[in-house]
């Protein structure tokens, strides 16, 4: 069974860095696009940032371009979010989705709060 599993999220003051991690079981992410998106309370989901399957190409939502950054370790079947210079509109719960053949599927998520 396909399952997404996130980690990493906690507590970050304003300025500080988190890495959260998506793990897959039963499949291999490399082969599949892999978006994080975030939902804060009261707030609908929205898409922070992608990576492509085929070539590695990047997505960044306005709101956190230059301090986010997706990447892939292949050799773990992970694809990370770095997350710099937090601000307290980044707390949220995040989470990894994938889609395959036309079935989306999301972990878990993982909190992130953002405070002083």
């Known amino acids: 069974q396909v399952q997404l599993v996130e980690s990493g999220g906690g507590l970050a003051q304003p300025g500080g860095s988190l890495r959260l991690s998506c793990v897959g079981s039963?499949?291999?992410?490399?082969?599949?696009?892999i978006g994080w998106w975030r939902e804060a309370l009261g707030k609908e989901r929205e898409k922070v940032s992608c990576i492509s399957s085929s070539d590695g190409k990047t997505y960044y939502a306005d709101s956190v371009k230059g301090r986010f950054f997706i990447s892939r370790d292949n050799a773990k079947n992970t694809v990370y979010l770095q997350m710099n210079s937090l601000k307290p509109e980044d707390t949220a719960i995040y989470y990894c989705?994938?889609?395959?053949?036309?079935?989306?599927?999301w972990g878990q998520g993982t909190q992130v709060t953002v405070s002083s």
């Open positions: 039963a499949f291999t992410l490399e082969h599949y696009a």
């Open positions: 989705k994938l889609v395959q053949w036309g079935v989306t599927y």
